[in-house]
Structures are given as C-alpha cells and as structure tokens.
C-alpha cells in the first residue's frame, strides 16, 4: 500500500491536513477504513479530470477543537493532538501553571513563569518583602498615635497614655487621651495624688508632705527606682519612677550570652532552631517572620508558632474580605457583604409584608432554591445553586 503511492501528495490547509491518492482503489479504502479520523472524498482533479482520492486528517491544533491549555503547545498527529506546557510551565498539557522559581511568598501568585502578583502590603520579586507603610511619606498618623508597620498592613496605633474613643479612624485622629486618674490605670501610691496630664498623669506630692516617689503595681508596693520584669510576660521589664511604672519590651542583647532565648530567639545560635516553611522549600532562621494563608508565623527554636493576622480595625456596618486578601474591607452594598453589624431596629418587610429582623433569612415566596436575607433594612436575595 505505502510502496504504491507514487502520486502522493501530502498538503495542509486552513484547516487538515491533506493526503492525495492518484489510485483510488477500493483497496486504500478498504485499508483506510480502521482510520476513523481520516475522512474520505473521491474527487475529480481541476486540471486533468482524473479522479482521486482524498484523505482528509483532522488537525485540531489548527482547526482550534484541542483542549490543551493556552499556555501548552499543540502537537497534531494522526488520529488525534497532544499537548504539553510552555517552557515556564508545569502541568499536564490540559492544565499548565505558571512555575516561578522560589515560589510566590505571602499569598502572592503565580501568573506567569518567574512573575508573581503580590497580595496588598507585600513587594519584591517573589513577594518576600512588607511594605513598611510607616516609612517617610506614605501614611500620616496623627501626632496621639504611633504608626505600626506589620506584615501585609499597617495602622495608627494609639500612643501610650491615649486609647481610641470607638471610631477607629484609619490615621489615629481617634485617639483620645486616657484619664489615668478616674480609670485607676494610674500607679501613683497612696502618699501622692494623681493629677491628669494630656498623654499621661503625674503623681503630685501634697504640700508639706514628704513622698517616697514608690508606685503600687498589681496591688503591690514597688519602691521608686526599682526595676522588674511583668509575672505576666517575662519578656517585659517595669520600672518604677516617681510614682510611675513604665514597662517596656526586654532589649535582646545577642552579645550577652546570658540573654533570654525565649524572649529573644534571634540570639539562638542552634542550628536546630532553623525552620522549615509549610512548602517544604523554604528555611527560616531563628525569630524569623512570615505571613502564610492569613497567618503570621515565626520560627521559634525548634518551631513554628503561627497565629491570626492582625487586622486594622474597620468601623461600618457592611464588611467583606475581598478574594486573596486576609483582612475585612467596608463595603457600601450590603448584599455583597460578607459580615454585617446587625441593628435590630433596622428590620426588613418581605414579599408576604412580615417583617424579618436583620440577619434572619427565608425562603422568598413563590420558589424553591432563592434564599432571601435582611441586612440592617435591606433585603438581599441570591439562588442556591446546591439546591437547583
Ligand atoms: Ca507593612
Ligand atoms: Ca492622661
């Protein structure tokens, strides 16, 4: 059969390939027939009207009926395609992922070979890097707050001696100042009298008095000048001043070969206090820090400690956490909310004029799978596609 195709020829067009038989015996169609994919004409040709043959292959690289992925080459071949992924990519030619090397830390994505898409808050080749927000020029914050650069966000902290009056504004111009004296967050000892300063308090000595200058702590007498580290967090040292306690994170001295390596595990000179990442691939040092799924972990000798990330406030009735970030956002539509702040004044009327109070839901009236819900006065209906 192959021997005898003198007359062949083979070419392609927009669409098949193309094989041209001048025999057109009942024998090739006879041998062609266990070829399901090869179509068979019999034509006459244009410039000699002789008949032929004519076996059409299907190309679905070029006709585009393929299901390789559009990152994958087609490769046809007699009776079907295959598939396999760009250079770059990694999958099964019906699936191919961009692969960047090092993989996209802090929630970031792969979207194409080497090229991640960081998650808000996060910079660097492979994400590696926190944006530090509070860095020169980039945020302001009211000058009774602090700014707190933290892995993927920042916010304005309230200063020491401020707390925030309820309305969380984003660059701490809710902060308000704490009055020491009538909360009784004051140390001032019983032979002094406590005087509210803005930012702070003052323990006065009475006139004619002779103070001692000592601060009660936790219920207990700590003399003027001495120092103490807090039952509550080793890793805290207080100290007493002129009726004032102030405490203060322990400074990690790695020189000091007495240091604490449970409060300063930087100083941890063990090789056995390096981490292994979740995926296998990456190793932490000691007191090392980083965000995975929502969480901030650190490698602490011998292990990982994760823990939620902290969000910054967000004060309004409608929030949602936006795909791929960790922390709630406002929204203005309540329907695309994801948490509401339920106000039971705030009651909905449904098709039936009954009225539902916020966060109850129902089936709306008439159907089978729509879910109806009140937010705060607003009805929001969506179909169950479980239930269709
Ligand atoms: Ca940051
Ligand atoms: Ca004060």
Redesign the pocket.
Known sequence: FIANKTNLASTETNQKSMLKFRFCSDFLFTASANLPHLHRFLELDETDGRPFCLLLEHDECLSGLHNCDENALCFNMVGGHSCSCKPGYTGNGTVCKAMCDGLCQNGGSCISPNNCVCQQ?FTGERCET????CADGFVECDSKSTCV??????HCECRDGYHDNGLFSANGESCVDINECKTGRNTCANDTVCFNLEGGYDCRCPHGHNCTGDCIHDNKVKHSGQIWVLDSDRCSVCSCQAGQVMCRRMVCDCDNPNADLFCCPECDPRLSSQCLHQNGLLTYGSGDTWVENCQQCQCLPGQVDCWPLPCPPVDCEFTMVPEGECCPRCVTDPCQADTIRNDITKTCTDEHNISRFSGSSWIKHGTECTLCQCKNGHICCSVDPMCL
């Open positions: 808050g926190d944006i530090d927000e650069n933290l892995p993927g966000w920042y």
